[in-house]
């Protein structure tokens, strides 16, 4: 409600108010479903990709060295994230989704319309928890 006043003046206190509530959360939110727009197009930051542009030297994941880092290998394997990706699955078990592979994290295929934005929203938690968003 208060993010919808206009008058310049205010807005700062809508800034002010909004920096930890509800318009917070939707700004993050926005920054992960573009991070996951950039997840389904292949246009990442990510090693394989930059290294297919022929602006990384090596398609290399900068923790395991001997994988490939793409996309897949970035939601599914990353073993950094494993308690990150474990909360993911947990969630995800809780709408009765154990299938875990990229076009479900996604939301691509395998997931009722219903369940498709809840999907998405915990894949956009968990990118954000990686704070990986810069590299996406
Ligand atoms: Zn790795």
């Not at 993050?28 to 022929?54: K, Y």
């Not at 090596?58 to 599914?76: N, S």
């Not at 990353?78 to 990150?84: L, Q």
């Not at 994290?105 to 319309?113: F, N, Q």
Request: net charge positive; hydrophobic share 40%.
């Amino acid at each position: 409600m208060l993010c919808e006043l206009r008058d310049s003046g205010i807005n700062v206190m809508r800034e002010k108010l909004c920096s930890g509530g509800q318009c917070r959360g939707e700004m993050l939110l926005a920054v992960g479903q573009a991070a996951i727009a950039r997840l389904c197009l292949g246009h990442t930051t990510l090693s394989a990709h930059l290294h297919c542009l022929r602006l990384s030297p090596d398609p290399f994941c900068p923790w395991c060295r001997t994988t490939p880092e793409t996309i897949e290998h970035f939601l599914q394997h990353y073993p950094c994230f494993h308690s990150h990706r474990t909360a993911l699955h947990s969630w995800l078990s809780t709408l009765g989704i154990t299938t875990l592979d990229f076009p479900t994290l996604l939301a691509a295929s395998g997931i009722h319309s219903s369940q498709q934005h809840a999907v998405l929203h915990l894949t956009c938690a968990f990118v954000r928890k990686t704070s990986q968003l810069p590299r996406l």
